[in-house]
């Protein structure tokens, strides 16, 4: 009990979190677009057309450079998720010929326009925005693409049709992990769940999630809690303490990233409900998997994606753009389902072991060309 009281607390004093938790051929860049596809005016709402079999062209670009300048505007949060995803971003550019400048706000909104600001005054290739607060982003995005400079978004919801969109496959995501809790529980229970609004990932999870309520009515919701600060863990421990206090008969919690998991964990051991309530949550790190695998840890699954195989394929889709290719509107990138008794029955205790047990975390082949160096994600 005393190692996971200080794995707990470190969990707590870690836990600050950015925000969250859109032709195969080369083609003339539409106007004042850059490498991108042509769509609405700028700053106009979008019906976005997801291309997940987009591929690039077979042979290179001849726009392409040799050597070509990426701007990676973030807002990046402690852990080895964001590290991860940067590192796999950055690997696949650098082999791929290009430079990154790293502009990262860490949770500071006005931080991340200034810095915008500064990327779009460098006159890079090609812009990455990876999370970021949309009504601070959008005018920026607006004002690179009008400037001639591509770019190519993760996980923030944006309205410029011009810039590329990928995201996890959200839906699937929920779903997997939803499926598994059911599987999990056949006769039903009382759920704690664990979101919060207006931050689109979070948000298309909960539509999967009010839709599992309604299709499966022996499944009831008995609580929800979840806060999203500067510290979401330990802020969604202390509500979610209280929140479980107030809901006896509670048998399993949703939490819909892995920092409300994180929280809603403590919560279950303040409360000494640990054994008495089953956890599922998304997303995965190598924190995050020894949590679910210590022993008597509630946490039973999580559906996710390799965040370093991610930031890869936003990476890919940035050479793309900055070659002068067209690139799809929307991608998204499809999860695994990761259970802890697979956890423990191969021995994973980190990322790297992981990537070992499950290969087809890594994908290659989204947005893979011959020109373009593949590299492993995670070494």
Not at 4 to 10: D, E, H, N, Q, S
Not at 167 to 174: G, L, P, R, T, Y
Not at 288 to 302: F, G, N, V
Request: glycine share 8%; charged share 20%; proline share 6%.
């Amino acid at each position: 009990m005393k190692s996971t009281a200080l794995r707990l607390i470190g969990v707590v004093a870690a836990a600050a979190i950015a925000l969250v938790g859109c032709s195969q051929a080369p083609a003339p860049p539409a106007s004042g677009g850059g490498g991108q596809a042509a769509g609405q005016a700028a700053g106009q709402p979008c019906d976005r057309k997801v291309q997940n079999d987009f591929a690039l062209p077979g042979e290179k670009p001849s726009a392409a450079k040799p050597a070509f300048k990426v701007a990676m505007v973030r807002q990046s949060g402690v852990g080895d998720y964001f590290e991860q995803w940067g590192n796999g971003a950055a690997s696949q550019i650098k082999a791929a010929g290009g430079t990154i400048d790293v502009y990262d706000a860490r949770g500071d909104n006005a931080k991340q326009v200034a810095q915008f600001n500064d990327a779009i005054t460098a006159k890079p290739d090609v812009i990455i925005v990876d999370h970021g607060l949309a009504d601070s982003v959008n005018p920026k995005i607006d004002e690179a693409i009008s400037k001639g400079i591509p770019v190519v978004v993760y996980d923030v919801n944006i309205s410029n049709c011009k810039a590329m969109y990928i995201s996890q496959d959200d839906a699937s995501i929920a779903t997997k992990i939803l499926d598994y809790l059911k599987q999990d529980s056949p006769s039903g229970g009382k759920i704690a769940y664990v979101n919060v609004s207006g931050i689109a990932p979070l948000d298309s999870r909960d539509a999967v999630y009010q839709q599992f309520l309604k299709s499966n009515p022996t499944f009831t919701q008995s609580a929800r809690f979840g806060k999203y600060t500067e510290s979401v863990a330990a802020d969604t421990a202390t509500e979610g303490a209280a929140a479980l206090k107030a809901a006896p008969g509670t048998t399993l919690s949703f939490a819909a990233y892995d920092e409300l998991a994180k929280g809603t964990l403590i919560a279950l051991r303040q409360d000494n409900l640990s054994d008495k309530v089953k956890l599922y949550g998304v997303d995965i790190s190598t924190a995050d998997i020894q949590l679910m695998t210590e022993p008597a840890s509630p946490w039973r699954a999580t559906a996710a994606t390799d965040p370093a195989n991610v930031g890869a394929i936003v990476a890919r889709a940035a050479v793309g753009a900055a070659s002068g290719v067209t690139m799809p509107e929307k991608l998204t990138i499809p999860a695994a389902l990761i259970t802890q008794d697979m956890l423990r029955q191969r021995n994973v205790t980190n990322m790297n072991d992981l990537r070992g047990a499950l290969p087809d975390l890594n994908t290659p082949n989204i947005l893979g060309a011959t020109w373009i160096p593949k590299i492993q994600p995670g070494s």
